[in-house]
């Protein structure tokens, strides 16, 4: 027998968080539930050494009238709800209304070096460093293109690690034409300020891409070139991200339709967030990379909606519109550099999971044919990493999902509600 409730959140990031709280508002029952142990989602992820900002404890005082579903992972769509794996089993969780609001997660793309132990996402390294991950001491190169290289910078100096830099790939010149469009968004240049403080002292180099990392068992070093030729750089972690990528398995699986945005997908939603499937809405990161402010007004829109009172979320749609804004200047002006798409060459390894270099997927038509041939893409992150980094290279599109979404325990895929201990010792994917 399924729980069932009127509104159901998938993903409790700031997105989450608010579409639990307004739809919770009305009176609605609220499920929320995420993979992780805590509320947060990546942006205010649990850091061990130091306080969540105040909005996200204000927003975690909310969850008083929400079902909290900690630690619960979808893993496919039944009839009767979503299938879901828990630490001691399997659910079915069905709903009158579901919310996606699974976010997003990082672009990473490969060049030499890359899969170096010691080399990481810059929002990886930010959510290892926040849960304790040993960075004190340590030289850390940051990269990439962003403002998440600022954020991540940031985490890793208050845990005690030495930032030798952060290189960015934009032009000086677009950098500071950011800058100057920040004037028209207030708080988010008091955001950047706040944080280029934090980081006196850490050289912000621009113009300048991690072209090869160096090392025999550990990352030793790496080459940067810059406006100033090319430069090597000794470290013991690399930081290395360009930007976010939505994350719409989810959505693609239980049929949402989705829109091209460059080279990666978002759920198509109309103006109140809705979906192509009725009783089905989607907020944040996954109809369009847009940041906090996007994040929080359209779950808080979708919450409305989902319960109901189009009139609230209706109210809320110039606001989003103009937090909107800022994404687009965000796209135009972090555009990735060609460059950084010819990094990798045929002994580049591109599939982490399988070992699957960029040359062995010469002569593949499509994702499918290059899966039943060098098994890209059926590792554990079920083709996330190797799927974006394809598409972004231009070699393939983005392919549909099935289940299991997350490689999963049998029994859970079976349908069972309960585990017995061997049953942790076998994983499907």
Not at 3 to 25: C, E, N
Not at 269 to 286: C, H, N
Not at 392 to 406: D, H, N, T, V
Request: hydrophobic residues 45%; proline residues 5%.
């Amino acid at each position: 027998m399924a729980k069932r409730f009127d509104v159901l959140v998938v993903g409790a990031g700031p997105t989450g968080l608010a579409a639990a709280q307004a739809a919770a508002s009305h009176g609605a029952q609220v499920g929320l539930l995420d993979a992780q142990a805590r509320p947060g989602g990546q942006v205010w992820r649990h850091d061990v050494r130091h306080q969540a900002p105040r909005a996200a404890r204000e927003a975690f005082a909310t969850l008083d009238n929400v079902t909290w579903l900690a630690q619960h992972s979808v893993v496919a769509n039944e009839p009767q709800g979503l299938r879901v794996e828990t630490p001691g089993g399997s659910e079915l969780l069905g709903y009158n209304a579901l919310i996606l609001a699974t976010g997003a997660r990082e672009r990473l793309l490969p060049f030499p070096g890359w899969t170096l132990p010691g080399v990481c996402g810059a929002g990886g390294a930010q959510a290892l460093t926040k849960q304790g991950w040993p960075v004190a001491g340590k030289r850390v190169v940051v990269a990439g293109s962003g403002p998440l290289l600022l954020a991540a910078a940031a985490t890793l100096r208050a845990h005690g690690a030495r930032v030798l830099g952060i290189y960015e790939q934009a032009s000086a010149a677009t950098v500071r034409r950011f800058a100057s469009q920040l004037l028209h968004w207030p708080a988010r240049a008091a955001q950047a300020a706040a944080l280029r403080a934090r980081l006196a002292g850490v050289p912000y180099r621009c113009g300048s891409v991690v072209q090869r990392a160096h090392g025999e068992a550990q990352l030793q070093g790496v080459e940067v070139d810059g406006p100033r030729g090319t430069q090597r750089i000794d470290c013991d972690l690399l930081a290395v991200g360009y930007g976010l990528v939505p994350q719409v398995e989810l959505a693609a699986l239980l049929g949402c339709a989705l829109q091209q945005t460059g080279k990666h997908p978002r759920v198509r939603v109309d103006g109140l967030l809705r979906t192509s499937v009725p009783g089905i809405f989607a907020a944040g990161e996954i109809t369009g990379i847009g940041g906090l402010a996007v994040a929080r007004i359209e779950g808080t829109m979708a919450g409305h909606a989902a319960a109901g009172f189009d009139q609230e979320a209706h109210a809320l749609r110039a606001q989003r519109d103009k937090a909107r804004g800022f994404a687009a200047l965000l796209d135009t002006h972090f555009a990735l550099d060609p460059r950084i798409h010819r990094l990798a060459d045929a002994r580049t390894i591109v599939c982490r999971c399988e070992d699957i270099t960029l040359g062995e997927l010469d002569g593949f038509g499509d994702a499918r044919d290059a899966k039943l041939a060098t098994r890209c893409g059926m590792g554990a992150c079920q083709g996330r990493l190797c799927g974006s980094a394809l598409a972004e290279l231009g070699r393939f599109p983005r392919s549909g999902s099935r289940p299991p979404l997350f490689p999963a325990r049998l029994a859970t895929l079976a349908g069972h509600t309960s585990l017995s201990p061997s049953d942790d010792a076998y994983r499907g994917s």
